[in-house]
């Protein structure tokens, strides 16, 4: 087993609010320069630059996991975390399928699909800030059921997190994880809510970047063997030897 | 009504988007899930919530609001507050809870506006 340095949310310029110069290429290029190992792109309610950041992730033996950010019924905002590209886009089926509206570029901004060669394949039009009508449960439920990895976003912040919104963590949510956002407080989480990882429920702290110079500014190290789904998950857990660590991030 | 009345009327401190204070109110709307108020406010719509991060401003915007009211004491993220002075949609603050200044607008006479 090793220690892999880890973002697992960043932002692409297929994100409403990500800067425009978060093409999959460089996210990948900033990525390996912050030293990280492996990282997961998530782009609110969309994984079309998943790919794309996987293939160049894999010319330069950087780990990109495809997910996604799921805005719930409830205005939670989950983070589904895949091994294959094609399990993300199974997921962005079932939100696409529940999610209304188109977007207004001018009021929220551009929703860029680009490819790994830093070129523009095309504008998505979909209200991607939009609210997938779905609750939280079903959402994390069909998430699992893909098997991917279920993490409750930034729920220090009081927007779009689980504890802003609903005030506590449903005692029969399966989630693997809770992310503290980079401004955010391991220790301050633990003793606010103690009792967390007995349940289960693991901790990491990640960088929700939108631009360039975010990524890396929150790092989760993860003793594990491979930086597979499975392996992140035993991690959250603490089970055979797999932990995350904190203190190796930033250095 | 024009917002810059109810401001100065029922004690709404103003805290960005000054340039909108002549925006007219058409009707009153309330809720802190922004896809029911994209859904079902009515154009020009007072709005009261407790969401203070920039897609308020968004939503107001895409639905023609006429202002925020942001109840409880809360106050707007700087680029909430940005935001708003670019798209000139004033921000309006009360520590009263959104009941209670429901109340006091109502009973002045703004009313449901059809979404």
Redesign the interface.
């Known amino acids: 087993m090793r220690l892999f340095r880890a973002d697992l949310h960043i932002h692409s310029c297929l994100s409403p609010?990500a800067a425009i110069d978060m093409s999959p290429k460089a996210i990948v290029e900033e990525s390996v320069k912050a030293g990280m190992d492996v990282i997961a792109l998530c782009d609110h309610n969309s994984a079309e630059n998943v790919g794309a950041a996987m293939r160049a992730g894999s010319r330069v033996g950087l780990h990109v996991l495809p997910g996604l950010e799921i805005n719930s019924?409830?205005?939670v905002h989950i983070l589904a975390v895949f091994d294959t590209e094609d399990q993300a886009l199974s997921m962005q089926e079932i939100v696409y399928g529940r999610l209304k509206?188109s977007n207004?570029p001018d009021?929220?901004g551009d929703q860029v699909v680009a490819n790994e060669f830093d070129e523009v394949e095309g504008f998505n039009d979909r209200l991607l800030?939009?609210?997938v009508?779905m609750e939280l449960r079903d959402l994390v439920r069909e998430i699992r059921r893909l098997g991917g990895l279920t993490i409750a976003s930034h729920v220090d912040r009081?927007?779009?997190s689980i504890l802003g919104q609903l005030g506590f963590i449903p005692e029969d949510l399966p989630l693997n994880a809770l992310e503290v956002s980079r401004n955010g407080s391991i220790e301050d989480l633990r003793r606010d809510m103690p009792g967390l990882e007995e349940r289960g429920i693991g901790l990491v702290t990640s960088s929700d970047a939108h631009e360039p110079g975010d990524i890396g500014s929150a790092v989760t190290c993860f003793l594990i063997e491979t930086p597979v789904v499975g392996e992140l998950a035993m991690a959250f857990r603490r089970e055979q030897g797999r932990r995350v660590e904190f203190s190796c991030g930033n250095g | 009504m024009k917002v810059r009345d109810i401001a100065d009327r029922f004690d709404l401190k103003t805290v960005a988007g000054e340039k909108g204070l002549d925006r007219e109110i058409q009707g009153g709307y309330c809720g802190d899930l922004l896809s029911d108020v994209m859904a079902n406010t009515g154009d020009g719509a007072l709005w009261l919530t407790i969401q203070s991060h920039k897609n308020v401003v968004g939503v107001a915007v895409l639905r023609e609001l006429a202002a925020i009211v942001l109840v409880n004491g809360r106050e707007p993220d700087d680029d909430t507050k940005a935001k708003a002075d670019e798209e000139g949609i004033p921000i309006l603050t009360t520590r009263r809870s959104a009941f209670e200044t429901v109340g006091r607008l109502f009973g002045a006479g703004i009313g449901r506006v059809d979404g």
């Open positions: 609010c019924e409830e205005e509206g207004r009021v929220f800030i939009g609210a009508q009081p927007s779009y």
